[in-house]
């Protein structure tokens, strides 16, 4: 189940990335994260801690709120 999570948690945060033209290392330098961070947790081999899920948010132009919703959990 967690695993699934982070996957689906990866795969949102890659879409939006993609959809807003950006590359892991945009994403890295917006959101002030390491872009090998970035990439493991699009892949789901990282989880993200709360405080990095809203830099990546941030970045990408969106709330944690709008960005749990799009789950569909």
Known sequence: ME???LIKIGNTIKTTR???GLSQADLAEK???HKNFIGMVERGQ???TISSL???????GFSL?????????
């Open 3 to 5: 695993k699934e999570l």
């Open 54 to 60: 809203q830099k990546i948010c941030l970045a990408l």
């Open 31 to 33: 959101s002030q994260l």
């Open 65 to 73: 709120t709008e960005f749990f919703q799009s789950l569909n959990l």
């Open 18 to 20: 993609m959809s807003n």
């Open 46 to 48: 990282r989880g993200a």
